[in-house]
């Protein structure tokens, strides 16, 4: 049989979460023709091969699914973006957190900001938007969701009110459109303006739009710590709305968020355990990190403080002192919330470069300011910050990793280590998630073993999201693929968060070879993917 691709002597992982097996694969095009088990000469030369990877008895699984990620705009930057697919991942899930690439004008491009890298997109509908992902060239696959926030912004503005029923039907017939077109669902972000105003019948009614065309409701929650409702009564709430539509619902990012609500994972976990033995399809994604990445503004001010505003006129109305005094507690005691000054390192700040990588308490010493003031310094000057908070407990963290219905995500963006995305102090999740789950809690403190890791990095988050043909290694599945060397897995830290991990050998992307011993090919097989 003549196919373009052979690869012998793996150890495979198929990613069911059964034992790996000794064998190969042929591909052919974008698709694997043929499983040889064993590691018989044999049997190989059956197979007339345009090229042969010998993968001397390393680790073979699926590429790795990434169901929560920001990657919406990079590639119109940089088609180069390679952070995740030098992890060995494949497919990258768009429109997380509410936020999406679309529907785009001038009343939501404030809130798209933070994640636009600067770009500033030509488009304006979901079609357009779908067009262009597809003509970019680009690294990984990309499958989209459509951002309620987004689509709020679009529709309404920025404004803290009940939608009409106007608007809501206009929210309605577009993520109607959306989801026609081949999205995959909707992502909230309840915890950012504008998803925040939304009454929850706005949430049921858009949540009922998904079902009926089987679609995933994702949701950054409104809490999860103790800012406004509380992570148990967020959790609760999500819950009820996912219940109430009959939708399919994805938690992001699981964490018990600031010491005021550590140790709550065994509960949440309950509630969720309780919502699916009552028939809510209820699953969640967590990335592998003691430290989270979060919006300076968002985490800090009153959501009634950033209701009906730009950011212009947020950051202008901060410079009022008497502003400042009337927020001053409120600010400080969610700095506190996040456990303290010395926790908050700036990650991304345009506005002066040489703040990133530092804590917002050595800021404050170095401007002899309290650390509430100092970050109404820098929020006057650039409201769209982010940082990277120290915030998480490793009880909770493992607690979450280890039910089985939590699959791995980064809840990051495909970045480049030079050019034009290199730019900040990045969290390591962009460069590392999935090497951080296999070298910290597969290989080194054996939280999970390799197959059920694997599992929730491909087939888990392929079931989830309805992508077909992929996630698993079987004949006839689209070849994604990665072979890792276990042992020599080696992820970006927080000292170093942009460097590529090491012990990702080969990484496939529909077929064609992406990286090849360790090594970026310069080349772009990442397609759009469509339900």
């Known amino acids: ?132 992902l597809k003509n970019v060239d680009k690294t990984v696959n990309l499958t989209p969701l459509l951002g309620h926030g987004t689509l709020r912004a679009y529709v309404m503005g920025m404004e803290n009110r009940v939608a009409t029923a106007a608007e809501l039907a206009q929210m309605k ?20 303006s504008p998803g925040n105003f939304a009454a929850q019948s706005e949430l049921i009614a858009l949540a009922e739009v998904i079902s009926s065309k089987n679609g995933v409701l994702t949701s950054h929650i409104r809490d999860e710590g103790v800012k406004s409702i509380g992570f148990i009564g967020a959790v609760k709430e999500i819950i009820n709305i996912a219940e109430k539509a009959k939708v399919s619902l994805e938690i992001s990012h699981l964490k018990a968020f600031g010491p005021d609500v550590w140790g709550s994972s065994r509960q949440v976990l309950d509630l969720i355990e309780k919502a699916r033995m009552r028939g809510v399809e209820l699953t969640a994604d967590q990335y592998p990190y003691l430290a989270t990445g979060g919006l300076m503004a968002s985490d800090v001010l009153p959501n009634e403080f950033l209701s009906n505003k730009s950011n212009q006129e947020a950051m202008d109305e901060l410079k009022d002192k008497k502003v400042q005094s009337e927020l001053r507690d409120t600010v400080a005691l969610n700095i506190r919330r996040r456990g303290g000054a010395e926790n908050q390192i700036i990650a991304n700040y345009p506005a002066d470069h040489s703040l990133e990588g530092r804590t917002l308490k050595e800021i404050a010493a170095n401007w002899k300011l309290e650390p509430a003031d100092a970050l109404f310094k820098m929020l006057t000057e650039y409201l769209a910050g982010d940082w990277i908070s120290r915030a998480l407990n490793e009880e909770d963290v493992l607690n979450f990793m280890q039910y089985y219905a939590v699959m791995i995500s980064s809840d990051g963006v495909s970045l480049s280590n030079s050019g034009v995305l290199a730019s900040g102090n990045p969290h390591p999740r962009n460069y590392g998630s999935y090497t951080e789950v296999l070298s910290n809690y597969v290989r080194d403190k054996k939280i999970l073993n390799l197959e059920e890791a694997i599992r929730k990095m491909t087939s888990l988050p392929a079931q989830k999201f309805n992508l077909k043909n992929r996630g698993i290694i079987d004949q006839n599945k689209v070849a994604d693929l990665v072979i890792f060397d276990l042992e020599q897995i080696k992820s970006a830290t927080f000292t170093r968060p942009d460097l590529y991990p090491e012990g990702i050998l080969t990484v496939i992307v529909n077929g064609k070879i992406a990286v090849l011993d360790g090594k970026y090919q310069q080349l772009r097989a990442g397609k759009i993917i469509l339900s």
């Open 1 to 132: 049989m003549k196919v373009d691709l052979l690869i012998k002597n793996a150890k495979i992982i198929d990613g069911t979460s059964n034992p790996w097996y000794y064998g190969g694969l042929a591909i052919k095009d974008d698709k694997i023709v043929s499983i040889i088990r064993g590691d018989s000469p044999e049997k190989l030369k059956n197979y007339e091969a345009l090229k042969t990877i010998d993968a001397q008895n390393k680790f073979l699984s699926p590429g790795f699914i990434d169901v929560h990620s920001h990657s919406d705009f990079v590639f119109f930057l940089d088609s180069d973006a390679q952070s995740k697919l030098r992890q060995g991942v494949t497919t990258e899930v768009i429109g997380n957190c509410g936020i999406s690439g679309a529907p785009y004008n001038e009343l939501s491009a404030d809130q798209v900001k933070s994640f636009s890298y600067g770009y500033h997109p030509t488009w304006e509908s979901v079609g357009q938007f779908l067009t262009a």
């Open 173 to 192: 017939k577009i993520l109607a459109q959306a989801l026609e077109s081949g999205y995959r669902g909707m992502s909230t972000g309840l915890y950012f």
